[in-house]
């Protein structure tokens, strides 16, 4: 009976990373319960050291087979007696708002608890786990406040959110996924790293977000981004591999389309576009859906709350409006900032002899943070667009920052009378040809006075 309770928890967070498992999960259905092969199972079949709690969950589990409704809840508490009995306190209140007979929850201390700890690579106690359709789901790890277990509680039961899992068993994941990159399987690697991107999504971007500390949403935002950068690095002409993205891709824009009241799951939509080079297809995506009125406002709000990582796409095709949309506020730009000044500083700190690589990156910033500024003029939001500028001129010095900023004012059809005094900044030789196409907009150039 033990050997299934481990098989039941380590299959879900294997799940992707062999051939031999199952498809990725869609959150719009549940998936038949997923049977990993271990190479030695003595440990887990001696019937003889099986606690009669171990057995009730075991059993509680199977139950959840076969009636997709059901779950059942592993909650491992810490050694701590006070510590212990506060989160049995607070699960007494929780749970009075659900249906006990088909969602038992279970408490372990002590073997019991170290037990499900290995076999769900959960690495502290107190910990958290949700089982559906006879596999973890939802898992969680440290303490919660009453708001936040309520929250967790929800998400368990949301029947249309992914699977997701606890940092330390993600993480657990990316390293699996990582080796199989590293030994040229691309086509399993591929598919953990979808999975873990999708639990990623839903735990930093869903509306359970809030049960998470903002230090381990960083952490989770960096993994994240890690998976997608090994993911791109993968053989994107390996027809498994695009088919992966596909089926990901398609997962996450149902799942837009089903929560009209959400922009959830249009984030990884957009990544896996881009590491797969569809950006006709974001466009085609943005177009159609700010010309639907019933879609407009949806498509705005998708592109504040995701948008950042298309800011080069839309430079690129002068999508000037839409990249405004991108911009909640200029602390964004700040951000980016602050990002590109500590990449230049670990670019300097391995080779301070490579000027191009500091350069390029100082450049790009820049010109970025002038696009977004000839943006937000077009969007109508002057004051922000000033105030980008400053941040700016703060970032790259008075002359690099007034050439790009007039610049990309040209360029957006957003120049005002105020970026005529910005000319007296620039080199009149090295710019002669933007202060040529500056005085061409203006009748006189103001002065001073």
């Known amino acids: 009976m033990t050997s299934q309770l481990h098989t ?27 049977t990993t092969t271990y190479e030695s199972t003595d440990q887990f079949t001696q019937e003889q050291t099986i606690s ?8 509680a589990v199977e139950a959840t087979k076969s009636d997709p409704s059901a779950m059942c809840f592993v909650v491992v508490l810490p050694e701590n007696y006070e510590q212990a009995r506060a989160i049995r306190d607070q699960w007494t209140s929780a749970r009075s708002n659900f249906n006990q007979t088909n969602h038992p929850v279970f408490f372990v201390r002590g073997e019991d608890a170290q037990f499900v700890m290995e076999n769900a690579f959960i690495q502290s106690a ?3 786990i949700a089982f559906r359709n006879g596999r973890p789901y939802h898992s ?83 993994l994240y981004n890690q998976t997608n950068m090994t993911l791109a690095s993968l053989d994107l002409e390996d027809q498994s591999v695009i088919d992966q993205i596909n ?38 995506w943005i177009d159609e859906g700010l010309a639907s009125p019933s879609n407009a406002k949806r498509v705005e709000q998708s592109l504040a709350d995701f948008g950042q990582p298309l800011a080069q796409l839309l430079i690129a095709n002068n999508r000037y409006e839409e990249l405004a949309m991108t911009i909640t506020s200029p602390t964004q730009i ?20 490579n000027s ?49 900023i007039c610049a990309a004012a040209i360029n957006a059809g957003s120049l005002q009378d105020r970026h005529a005094f910005l000319i007296k900044n620039l080199d009149q030789a090295q710019h002669a040809s933007l202060i040529q196409a500056m005085n061409t907009s203006f009748a006189v150039v103001p002065t001073d006075d």
């Open 8 to 34: 039941a928890i380590t299959a879900a967070l294997l799940i992707g990373l062999s051939s031999t498992t199952s498809a990725t999960t869609a959150p719009e259905s549940a998936p038949d319960s997923t």
């Open 52 to 59: 009669t709690q171990m057995m009730a969950i075991n059993d």
């Open 126 to 128: 107190p910990a958290t």
């Open 140 to 222: 969680r790890t440290g303490t919660f406040t009453e708001k936040n277990l309520h929250a967790f509680i929800a998400l368990a039961f949301d029947q249309s959110a992914p699977l997701t899992n606890a940092p330390d068993q993600t993480k657990y994941l990316f390293e699996s996924m990582s080796q199989l990159a590293f030994n040229d399987q691309d086509a399993p690697a591929a598919q953990g790293a979808c999975q873990i991107m999708l639990n990623l999504h839903a735990l930093i971007a869903g509306p359970y977000v809030s049960t998470f500390s903002k230090s381990d949403l960083q952490d989770m935002t960096d």
């Open 247 to 284: 089926h990901t891709s398609s997962i996450a824009m149902k799942t837009w389309n089903k929560r009209t009241n959400s922009t959830f799951g249009i984030g990884i939509w957009f990544d896996l576009a881009l590491t797969t080079g569809n950006e006709a297809d974001i466009l085609a």
């Open 334 to 353: 700040q951000e980016q900032f602050e990002n590109a000044s500590v990449l230049a500083d670990e670019i300097a700190a391995i080779d301070s002899s």
């Open 356 to 404: 191009e690589s500091l350069q390029h990156l100082m450049n790009s910033a820049t010109e970025q943070a002038a696009a977004y500024h000839a943006a937000l003029l077009l969007a109508g939001r002057d004051s922000q667009a000033w105030e980008v500028a400053q941040l700016t001129e703060d970032f790259a010095g008075p002359e690099a920052a007034s050439a790009a």
